[in-house]
């Protein structure tokens, strides 16, 4: 909503990034449980606050890059992504069993829509 009626200020204040270093601990924490890799239903409540976030924090422009270049800040909901959800993946992938691979393909394409497209390169 704020970013809706305030547009103007909402860019000009670069809001996005104060709201990232507040929203990136609390999303962090609530992460802290989950698994996964253990289906669907699982994903859902961390689906729908990552496509919040996404709608709050993300620019039309940011979803074209296709790398971060250094120096440069990374986009708002980029740092989200790299800070909450790819550690957690990481360690998901690593206990994960190649020789069954349905869960990590289904979990993939479950999240590709919501993923910054440098993140599944």
Known sequence: KLKEEF?????????????????V???KSSLTEW???????????HLTTFTQ???ILDEEANQLISQPVAG?????YHTLVWECWVPVIRLAI????????????????????????????
Do not use: C
């Open 53 to 55: 976030w996404k709608d």
């Open 25 to 27: 601990p609390l999303v």
């Open 72 to 76: 440069d800040p990374m986009p708002a």
């Open 94 to 121: 690593q206990r994960w069993h190649s020789r069954q691979p349905d869960p990590l393909i289904g979990f993939l394409e479950l999240w590709r829509p919501l993923l910054p497209n440098w993140i599944l390169q």
């Open 7 to 23: 547009k103007k200020e909402f860019r000009e204040f670069e809001l996005q990034y104060v709201a990232s270093t507040i929203v």
């Open 35 to 45: 698994v996964p890799l253990a289906g669907k239903n699982e994903s859902i409540p």
